[in-house]
Antibody, heavy 122, light 107 residues
Framework: EVQLAESGGGLVQPGGSLRLSCVGS????????MNWVRQAPGKGLEWISY????????YYADSVKGRFTISRDNDKDALYLQMNDLRAEDTALYYC???????????????WGQGTLVTVSP | DIQMTQSPSSLSASVGDRVTITCRAS??????LSWYQQKPGTAPKLLIY???SLQSGVPSRFSGSGSGTDFTLTISSLQPEDFATYYC?????????FGQGTKVEVK
């Protein structure tokens, strides 16, 4: 069974840093690109970052570019999100999601973790 | 960035109703469109990918259609467990974007 488990969330002051982790199991982690998606309280879904399976290429939403860094350790089946210079508007539930290349050659995010909550407040 | 606009933002329906949600992209995205269902306190669940392909394990009352810029999610006969929020998402660009969501509520 494919599972993704996020951890590392918590309460942090504005300007602070936090590192989120996502551990995958039940599939060959190193073969899949991965995403981070967040959801502010009571709001919709916002994609924030993407990393290829090798870890060589990363993409970021403008809202986090220059502050957040996505990385992975395929030997540990782990995905990370280093978050620096955190702001109140970064308060959200952070999900990791697996990128799946379908038989019709279209990408989708087929499995999601349960999320880890980040709260940025004085 | 590709903007995704869903409508309506919410709707009220009864069990057994046919429900239709639309999603429009700001540019052509071919069929790079997925639909997700999210219930309170849980992660999004993939329903439809490639605009019209049903994810394994998803009931056949869910269907998707469309290509280019206009897409539709249809629930043919709403069931009690279908009351939730639904999101469309484009994967044409690596810079994923989601629609704002459609909340399906009990009438």
């Amino acid at each position: 069974e494919v599972q993704l488990a996020e951890s590392g969330g918590g309460l942090v002051q504005p300007g602070g840093s936090l590192r989120l982790s996502c551990v995958g199991s039940g599939f060959t982690f190193r073969s899949y690109d991965m995403n981070w998606v967040r959801q502010a309280p009571g709001k919709g879904l916002e994609w924030i970052s993407y990393i290829t399976s090798s870890g060589n290429t990363m993409y970021y939403a403008d809202s986090v570019k220059g502050r957040f860094t996505i990385s992975r350790d395929n030997d540990k089946d782990a995905l990370y999100l280093q978050m620096n210079d955190l702001r109140a508007e970064d308060t959200a539930l952070y999900y990791c999601a697996r990128v799946f290349l379908t038989t019709s050659a279209v990408l989708t995010d087929d499995y999601w973790g349960q999320g880890t909550l980040v709260t940025v407040s004085p | 960035d590709i903007q995704m606009t869903q409508s309506p933002s919410s709707l009220s329906a009864s069990v057994g109703d046919r429900v239709t949600i639309t999603c429009r992209a700001s540019q052509s995205i071919s069929n790079y469109l997925s639909w997700y269902q999210q219930k309170p306190g849980t992660a999004p669940k993939l329903l439809i990918y490639a605009a019209s392909s049903l994810q394994s394990g998803v009931p056949s009352r869910f269907s998707g259609s469309g290509s280019g810029t206009d897409f539709t999610l249809t629930i043919s006969s709403l069931q009690p467990e279908d009351f939730a929020t639904y999101y469309c998402q484009q994967s044409y660009s690596v810079f994923r974007t989601f629609g704002q969501g459609t909340k399906v509520e009990v009438k």
